[in-house]
């Protein structure tokens, strides 16, 4: 699974009780020139546009809005409410798209956010549902529904906001384990497919380091440097003040359906590790 993860850093979250139509924003219960114009403006910016409900789908009376920028070093997330959708307009996505505040609350909180898209893929429903209800009984002010964020085939899918962090294939048990020990600094790299924050190879390559020196801690990399040439990438992260460089290469499987709902198989990208070194610091 590692690799997987969707590479964006910045997210607008609206919520929005549903039910979702395939294309979650497009087809939106919020007036046709509101979506039409977010839609447009977030493109346009790079800025990554997920409806959010909770689980059971409550409706609220002012609609919660989170802003969240996954800086892998120094990600942040801020918040507020909105009493008519039209506001959503005056919400400053040019500022977030460069990973500046927008001036809007700060929080610290950690956002638990599962893929319950069913109209997009059913794989998603049958299998993120329940773990969105046992994390709305373990985390309830956390936790959320979200709309697709990718990689249905690694239903159920959970993405841990503002640090940009995909997890996969998990089980309600696991995904409970795993909030836990994320409030504990930790990942959970069984079931992680990357951070969003980085490009695809480097994803697997902080997966492979990590694995290989047994480290869980949220900020003990710190990626230095990355090149990639053809399939090959090179990474250099810095570990407890010492360096390692990671060579990894990308390779397709044949094609397969990659979803419950596919309809064309297609080949799957992966990557496997070439080398892994820790760097020799310079004398003196």
């Known amino acids: 699974m590692y690799g997987t993860a969707s590479t964006v850093r910045a997210f607008l979250l609206v ?9 979650a924003l497009r087809d939106a219960r919020i007036p046709p ?19 959010i409900r909770r689980h059971g789908r409550t409706a609220p009376t002012r609609s919660r809005v989170f802003l969240a920028y996954a ?13 008519q959708p039209g506001e959503l307009l005056d919400l400053d996505l040019d500022v977030l798209a460069a990973g500046r505040t927008t001036g809007l609350p700060p929080t610290d909180q950690s956002l638990f956010l599962t893929c319950t898209h069913g109209r ?9 549902r329940p773990v969105a209800a046992a994390l709305a ?3 309830p002010t956390e936790s959320w529904e979200v709309s697709h964020i990718g990689g249905d085939r690694f239903a159920g899918n959970l993405l841990v906001l503002p640090d940009g962090l995909y997890y996969g294939r ?26 969003s924050g980085y490009g695809f190879a480097v994803q697997a390559a902080e997966w492979f ?31 407890e003040g010492r360096r390692w460089r990671v060579r990894v290469a990308r390779e397709e499987t044949p094609p397969a359906l990659l979803t419950c709902g596919a309809q064309r198989a297609n080949p799957i990208p992966i990557y496997e590790l070439l080398r892994l070194e820790r760097l020799q ?3 003196g």
């Not at 919520?15 to 294309?23: N, Y």
């Not at 020139?33 to 800025?47: I, K, S």
């Not at 003990?220 to 992260?237: C, I, K, N, Q």
């Open 15 to 23: 919520e929005v009780p549903g039910p979702w139509g395939k294309d």
């Open 33 to 51: 020139p509101v979506r039409t114009a977010l839609r447009q403006r977030c493109h346009a910016l790079g800025v990554r546009p997920l409806l």
């Open 71 to 83: 800086d892998p070093h120094q990600p942040w997330l801020e918040t507020t409410r909105l009493d």
């Open 120 to 128: 997009h893929d059913r794989c998603c429903a049958e299998r993120g």
């Open 137 to 139: 009984r373990s985390h």
């Open 170 to 195: 998990l089980a309600p048990g696991a995904a409970v384990a795993l909030a836990t020990r994320h409030h504990a600094g930790h990942l959970d790299l069984s079931h992680l497919r990357g951070r």
């Open 209 to 239: 380091l990590r694995s290989e020196l047994e480290v869980t801690g949220r900020r003990a990399l710190r990626l230095e440097a990355s090149t990639a040439r053809d399939a090959m990438t090179e990474a250099t992260f810095l570990v």
């Open 281 to 283: 610091e310079p004398p």
